[in-house]
């Protein structure tokens, strides 16, 4: 091993301590800012400086994050639903805590305690049909798990997406989405991935039309493209074209599934059967990254065949297996989905009298439980907002591929005081941003 100068070795040493004990190893948030760009990320870092954001995340707990420099946020963006239960959920780090004294991330080559429990519980709690599961660490990852599974039981190779879709980055996932990010890489691959309108049932049946098709993949509600709402009957209407083409339908449900909707999975509530479901992001607890395929027999026919055909070292590691299993224990109590039944009328309500008060520039509420886009009057008016809302003490974000719409994710476990206060920092916003931009 090459030796390295002392102050090296003294430096990673500092980083080591600091991160472990809570001290902050730089000079000041400014100086900090500035490795981040020299050494992470130099896009995603003056992204959001330019953008009035820049937001450094110390602690958080609960549904309140607090910045380096104090400034704290109450988080309705929740990194996509992975904070559905809130940040260090007690439960969830009291179950990880405790399975330190008997597992770590496990060897995936083996039958293992922890993923099984978490099959058997995933599979039970599953849309009828779905048999199998097959873990991964992101997103990106299972929806790669999930083409590849879909192209092995059809021995076809084209997958159908929707326009502005977003399905991760990883390399089959990046081709079923936005082409601006397959095209950086060189992975729009239009042949292979070919994509139709959102709620177009015609364009779909043009697609699926030359029995070649392998999959269609849909976000229930697709979540980077704003949260626009399926039309009543779409998605079941596209379920009946996959099953008279040979198509197999694949349900992401990283957003929307884990009881944001009202249901444990948003596509129940379109009376689809999915042929495969990822679900992701809210599974982790927020605490140990997993990710999991939920796939009928025919989908996971590989499994019989090669069950090394799919290998991940970090898939279903066996501390965020007991972390999902936790996430979902929770989730499912009668405690929880009250909650959210609750919580979606008050916003409902909440948000309505804010429209009311502001028809030109709040131009639209697209509300499915506690998934919510905020639509505004302005080509990037959710930017506005959700600047606004940043310097005024909350935390949601705008949509990437629709910046007219602002993301907006209560928690599941928001209390009703907490719920109030949101919405009163909402309406602030929403009126200091229309001002703005007048």
Not at 238 to 250: N, P
Not at 332 to 342: C, W, Y
Request: include cysteine; proline fraction near 5%; aromatic fraction near 8%.
């Amino acid at each position: 091993m090459t030796v390295q100068p002392d102050q090296t070795t003294d430096r990673v040493a500092e980083l080591a301590a600091a991160l472990s004990t809570g001290g902050f190893p730089w000079a000041s948030k400014d100086a900090m800012l500035s490795a981040s760009e020299a050494y992470w990320n130099p896009g995603k870092t003056r992204f959001w400086i330019d953008e009035g954001v820049p937001l450094v995340i110390d602690r958080r707990e609960g549904y309140h994050l607090h910045d380096v420099a104090g400034h704290t946020l109450i988080d309705v963006h929740l990194n996509g639903g992975t904070y559905n239960l809130g940040h260090r959920n007690p439960d969830v780090v009291a179950a990880v805590t405790r399975a330190l004294d008997r597992f770590d991330v496990g060897n995936h080559h083996f039958p293992s305690l922890a993923r099984t429990a978490l099959a058997e519980a995933l599979i039970r709690t599953a849309p009828p049909g779905l048999a199998k599961v097959v873990y991964g660490s992101g997103g990106g990852e299972a929806v790669d798990i999930a083409i590849k599974s879909a192209r092995h039981a059809t021995k076809r190779r084209k997958i159908v997406s929707i326009v502005k879709a977003y399905h991760g980055h990883t390399g089959l996932a990046v081709g079923t989405g936005d082409d601006r990010f397959s095209r950086m890489f060189l992975a729009d691959q239009p042949a292979d991935f070919p994509h139709v309108e959102f709620n177009d049932l015609g364009a779909m049946a043009d697609a699926l039309r030359g029995d070649d098709v392998a999959a269609v993949i849909m976000e229930t509600i697709p979540a980077t493209y704003g949260f626009p709402m399926p039309a009543p009957g779409y998605l079941a209407a596209v379920k009946r074209l996959c099953e008279e083409h040979g198509t197999l339908y694949i349900a992401d449900e990283v957003q929307t599934g884990l009881g944001r909707t009202g249901e444990l999975w948003g596509i129940t509530k379109h009376h689809v059967e999915p042929d495969l479901l990822i679900t992701g992001k809210g599974l982790s607890g927020g605490i140990y990254p997993v990710t999991a395929v939920l796939a009928s027999d025919r989908a996971a026919a590989w499994l019989d065949e090669d069950g090394f055909g799919h290998i991940s070292t970090f898939g279903g590691a066996e501390l965020g297996c007991v972390a999902a299993l936790t996430a979902l224990d929770l989730t499912l109590r009668r405690s929880t989905r009250e909650n959210v039944a609750a919580l979606t009328e008050l916003f409902a309500d909440g948000l309505a009298s804010i429209r009311a008060e502001f028809p030109d520039w709040l131009v639209g509420i697209r509300q499915d439980g506690l998934v919510i886009g905020l639509e505004f009057a302005h080509s990037e008016g959710a930017k506005h907002v959700m600047r606004r809302l940043y310097q005024g003490g909350v935390w949601a974000i705008f949509s990437t591929l629709d910046p007219r719409v602002l993301q907006y994710k209560p928690g599941l476990l928001v209390t009703p005081e907490l719920a109030a206060d949101i919405l009163e920092h909402t309406r602030t916003a929403v009126r200091l941003s229309r001002d703005d931009v007048r």
